[in-house]
Every structure is written in C-alpha cells, then in structure tokens.
C-alpha cells in the first residue's frame, strides 16, 4: 500500500558530501513522521534523523552538526543532506515512514530498500 524508495547513494572520499532523497507513494490518509535508519556491516540498524509531520527534527549525536533531514509534505518526500562524511557513515541507508492508511487506522512503519553510501578514507 506504500511504496518508498530511496535514491542518491554512492561512494564520496571522506569530507565530502551526499544527498539522500526518498519518495513515498501509495494510497494513505497522512505520512506522520519520517526519518532516515542506517546499518553498517555487524551492527544494529540505527536512527540517523528523523522528521515529524510538523518539521520537529531529531538527529544521532553521530551526526549532529553534520546532517540535516527535511522533507516536503506536499510531495510526500524526505532528504537528508550529508556533508562532512567520515569513514564510519558508511552504511545502508534505509528510509522510514509512519503512515495512517486511514482517519480511523492506527499507524505503520514502512521501510525503503535502502541505499549503499561509502566513505573512503
């Protein structure tokens, strides 16, 4: 019922920058929040920032100072810009929404497919 998909991964030399775009698509009552996961090889998928249906923000410390997420809820879309990368932002990027299907319907997670982002040292 929604689609995500994610797109502007690739491999940057560390201090450069990137940008991820992900687009929701589907039939929904309301995106609520979204937000942008990363898991690098052997660790826990984790929250690298997250936007509400309002514009409030919430980053990793990781990438505090770094990244920053915004999203267009007329084109039901998120971005997350970054810049300065370091070798450990490599990772798969995945993109997250929390979506009423419908007025009365409680709320779901959706994930994209992910998208590779490397840093070379």
């Known amino acids: 019922q929604v689609q995500l998909v994610e797109s502007g991964g690739g491999l940057v030399q560390a201090g450069g920058s990137l940008r991820l775009s992900c687009a929701a698509s589907?039939?929904?009552?309301?995106?609520?929040?979204m937000g942008w996961y990363r898991q690098a090889p052997g660790k826990q998928r984790e929250l690298v920032a997250a936007i509400t249906l309002g514009g409030s923000t919430n980053y990793a410390d990781s990438v505090t100072g770094r990244f920053t997420i915004s999203r267009d809820n007329a084109k039901n879309t998120v971005n997350l810009q970054m810049n300065s990368l370091k070798p450990d932002d490599t990772a798969v990027y995945y993109c997250?929404?929390?979506?009423?299907?419908?007025?009365?319907?409680?709320?779901?997670?959706?994930w994209g497919k992910g998208t590779l982002v490397t840093v070379s040292s």
């Open positions: 997250n929404a929390v979506v009423k299907l419908g007025p009365l319907s409680g709320s779901m997670d959706y």
């Open positions: 589907g039939t929904f009552f309301r995106i609520n929040s």
